[in-house]
């Protein structure tokens, strides 16, 4: 028997934490003396890897310059991290319990993130949720969501199949990264993209609290 995985993303997905992209982006862009994206900007790349965000953001930019903000970025979020400035992210409602009742109910679990190693492993360890997972993707290992590499991996390593893996996610990204995969891709309606969005990348089914996620599963 194929195992049945449920891989989800991170920001906008497990935890809202938007906050701290949001102010890590703008010292990024003002270090580099460029006005800072609008909010709304910044959340729509979430999910994104760093240099394909910034290309997002600053299309008429050259990829040394993409390249060089990405890594203004990264360098102002360990800032925020190591001088205590950083804000809470909090597990969206329903979160923490919905992974136990997956994992109840038979379901493997991993992730799939535009976030570094370092980054996932630190906020999965402050929740105390590392140990739910057996597979973490990330952008270290990876090209950019949509590209199926990070949902094939979780595959492989958690032996399953694309016809029983489910990529749960709240951005376009997600849903088309699930369809190239083969995956079955599932929205959420608490992040970053809209539902009327999700359902045109591809997603069978958007949830609209972590609650309904394994009654919905359960009906596969």
Same mark, same amino acid.
């Given at each position: 028997?194929?195992?049945?995985?449920?891989?989800?993303?991170?920001? !906008?997905?497990? =935890?809202?934490?938007?906050?701290?992209?949001?102010?890590?982006?703008?010292?990024?862009?003002?270090?580099?003396?460029?006005?800072?994206?609008? %909010?709304n900007?910044?959340?729509?790349? *979430?999910?994104?890897?760093? *240099?394909?965000?910034?290309?997002?953001?600053?299309?008429?930019?050259?990829?040394?310059?993409?390249?060089?903000l990405?890594?203004?970025?990264?360098?102002?979020? @360990?800032?925020?991290?190591?001088?205590?400035a950083?804000?809470?992210?909090?597990?969206?409602?329903?979160?923490?319990?919905? +992974?136990?009742? +997956?994992? /109840?109910?038979?379901?493997?679990? $991993? *992730?799939?993130? !535009?976030?570094?190693? %370092?980054?996932?492993?630190? +906020?999965?360890?402050?929740?105390?949720?590392?140990?739910?997972? =057996?597979?973490?993707?990330?952008?270290? %290992?990876?090209?950019?969501?949509?590209?199926? &590499?990070?949902?094939?991996?979780?595959?492989?390593?958690a =032996?399953?199949?694309?016809?029983?893996? @489910?990529?749960?996610? /709240?951005?376009?990204?997600d849903?088309?990264m $699930? =369809?190239?995969?083969?995956?079955?891709?599932?929205? *959420?309606?608490?992040?970053?993209?809209?539902?009327?969005?999700?359902?045109? &990348? $591809?997603? %069978?089914? @958007?949830?609209?609290?972590?609650?309904?996620?394994?009654?919905?599963? &359960?009906?596969?």
């Amino acid at each position: 028997m194929t195992n049945r995985l449920a891989i989800f993303d991170c920001d !906008g997905t497990l =935890v809202d934490s938007q906050a701290n992209i949001c102010i890590a982006m703008e010292e990024a862009f003002n270090g580099a003396k460029l006005t800072p994206p609008e %909010r709304n900007a910044i959340r729509r790349i *979430v999910g994104l890897s760093l *240099v394909e965000a910034m290309a997002q953001l600053i299309p008429d930019g050259d990829a040394d310059l993409h390249l060089t903000l990405a890594d203004a970025y990264k360098d102002q979020f @360990v800032k925020l991290r190591n001088t205590g400035a950083m804000l809470a992210e909090p597990l969206y409602d329903g979160i923490a319990e919905t +992974l136990g009742a +997956l994992e /109840d109910a038979g379901w493997m679990l $991993g *992730v799939a993130t !535009g976030k570094s190693d %370092r980054g996932l492993n630190l +906020l999965l360890d402050h929740h105390g949720l590392k140990h739910r997972f =057996v597979t973490l993707q990330t952008a270290d %290992r990876h090209p950019s969501k949509p590209h199926p &590499a990070m949902l094939e991996a979780a595959i492989a390593e958690a =032996v399953a199949a694309p016809e029983t893996s @489910v990529m749960i996610g /709240d951005t376009t990204f997600d849903m088309a990264m $699930g =369809v190239a995969a083969g995956a079955h891709p599932l929205g *959420v309606a608490w992040g970053y993209h809209a539902p009327d969005e999700l359902g045109a &990348a $591809g997603a %069978r089914h @958007v949830t609209g609290h972590a609650s309904e996620i394994l009654p919905y599963l &359960a009906a596969l």
